[in-house]
């Protein structure tokens, strides 16, 4: 059963992410602002993992490319990221929004923002698709930069750039894992 969660755990978060959006309204009654933005990432996020995802196609793309052929990401590896590093993420910073600042409802825009920028420059510089940049493209980049806008100045320099450097690292580190084959992992 998990074998079958892990390597289909992305039809779930589309359908939740459709859930989410025509909840939102209702379910975000009583958050401020940061709070709202911040809970919206999470299913704008979750279609963009729908496009990128669907058919395994990021898994395949990222073997073929960033680990040239060999099996670098697993089943595994995109689900632990993908839950772990978003869906608890995203729900960790809602709360720390509503309890701590509106600071942390930077960590997800800025995981947008950066996850955006990595699919749109390849499909410019390579001139060909890759999975997720269509979302990237209509979705991260006007809802990113404008929660950025609306953000940035409630949260200070520092909540931006540690926001930054957390999106930054966490994307640092699906690219190292991606590069190391499977077969060469302890």
């Not at 493209?137 to 949260?155: I, K, M, N, T």
Request: net charge positive.
């Amino acid at each position: 059963m998990l074998a079958r969660l892990t390597a289909n755990w992305v039809y779930g978060g589309a359908m939740a992410g459709i859930l989410l959006l025509v909840l939102a309204p209702l379910l975000t009654r009583a958050l401020g602002p940061a709070g709202t933005l911040c809970y919206l990432a999470l299913p704008v996020y979750m279609l963009h993992q729908w496009e990128e995802h669907d058919g395994d196609r990021f898994r395949l793309y990222i073997n073929g490319t960033v680990a040239k052929g060999r099996a670098g990401l697993t089943h595994g590896d995109v689900f632990i990221v993908n839950i772990v590093a978003v869906w608890a993420l995203f729900a960790a910073a809602l709360w720390l929004t509503e309890d701590a600042g509106p600071g942390w409802a930077l960590v997800p825009i800025w995981l947008i923002l950066v996850n955006g920028v990595i699919h749109l420059l390849p499909a410019a510089f390579r001139r060909r698709y890759n999975p997720g940049a269509w979302t990237a493209l209509v979705l991260f980049l006007p809802f990113g930069l404008w929660s950025l806008a609306r953000l940035a100045p409630q949260a200070g320099a520092g909540a931006e750039a540690g926001a930054l450097a957390l999106a930054l690292a966490i994307h640092l580190a699906i690219m190292a894992r991606a590069m190391r084959p499977v077969a060469a992992r302890p």
